[in-house]
């Protein structure tokens, strides 16, 4: 598996386009799979005007690409230890559990 790095709107529109191209699909072709149009897909590729993280993860799913997020140092408290926790309710001060993965994020676009 390859990685890619992109740590600017600009850098992940050019993967996306390079993505997109592989599989030889237009513009149009994308925005048909994922409800936009051209022209946003367009923006979205050359990391301009005000693109929708949203819209660039329904892009990313209909090419079958995976994000995957890595910290770049230590963090003091990684962010599945801060879903993990057991905070104190404060209606009936009883523990609750949050789950680290929400059903949202299990489905597909």
């Known amino acids: ?48 005007g005000n693109v929708l993280l949203a819209n660039a993860m329904r892009c990313l799913s209909a090419l079958e690409v995976d994000v995957y997020l890595q910290a770049r140092r230590d963090a003091a408290e990684s962010p599945t230890a801060l879903f993990a926790r057991e905070p104190q309710s404060r209606s009936t001060g009883s523990r609750r559990r949050i789950s680290a993965v929400s059903k949202a994020r299990k489905e597909k676009w």
Not at 19 to 24: C, I, L, M, S, W
Not at 26 to 45: D, F, N
């Open 1 to 48: 598996m390859v990685s890619y790095l992109a740590p600017t709107p600009r850098e992940l529109g050019e993967l996306i386009r390079g993505f997109r191209k592989e599989r030889g699909w237009t513009q149009a072709r994308l925005g048909e799979q994922v409800g936009l149009l051209p022209k946003t897909i367009s923006a979205l590729e050359s990391g301009t």
